[in-house]
Each structure stands twice: as C-alpha cells, then as structure tokens.
Nanobody, 118 residues
C-alpha cells in the first residue's frame, strides 16, 4: 500500500489548510490516520478514522481539525481550521487493517507533507 500526501504549505495563524492522502489500496476496509512530527519532538497522532466511521482526535486539535475519507477516490482528508504556530510540523498519513486509533503502530506510512503556520 502506497500513501501519498499533498496539500501542505505555509499559512498565517488563523488560516486553513486541507491535506489529502491518496492511497494505492482501498480505504473502505482500513483504518487511516494523520500524524505529525515537529522538529525535536516525537511523532504524535492527530486524527484517525476506521471503516465504520469511528473517529478519534487528539485533544489539541478537537474542534479545529476534521478527518474524512472518500472511499470511491481512495483518499483521506484532513481539514485544518484556525491553525496555530504550534501546528507547524510534517504531517503523515498512515493506514492499517486494524483499528489503532492514535497509536503509532500503523503498518503503512506516507512520506509526509510540511505544514508551516506563522
């Protein structure tokens, strides 16, 4: 399974961005998630969604970020609103057959897309 993220960029605080993750495999039967890693920090889970629509968010993004997927397009999304400088990080897409929530044990990972908030 190959995952390719896109949609990152630079934005001012308070702005919005929408990330996309296109997968070579299906999304309908997998759990998928977004993670991020800032320089000098551990990779942390941001949001996760499974095939039944179960969703989990990190406390730091609740109410600001929305995870969704389009199974027909095999694409995962992360709508990020009201961005803050502390959201600056490399954002990664991940996928697995199991529901792993925000843990880092996903089997498949993308290469990441940079988000910078100033």
């Amino acid at each position: 399974v190959q995952l390719v993220e896109s949609g990152g960029g630079s934005v001012q605080a308070g702005g919005d961005l929408k990330l996309s993750c296109t997968t070579s495999g299906a999304t309908w039967d997998r759990s998928m998630a977004w993670f991020r890693q800032a320089p000098g920090k551990e990779r942390e889970g941001v949001a996760a969604i499974d095939s039944d629509g179960r969703i989990d968010y990190a406390d730091s993004v609740k109410g600001r970020f929305t995870i969704s997927k389009d199974d027909a397009k095999n694409t995962l999304y992360l709508q990020m609103n009201s961005l803050r400088p502390e959201d600056t990080a490399m954002y990664y897409c991940a996928a697995d057959k199991l529901w792993l929530g925000l843990s880092r044990n996903y089997a498949y990972w993308g290469q990441g897309t940079q988000v910078t908030v100033s």
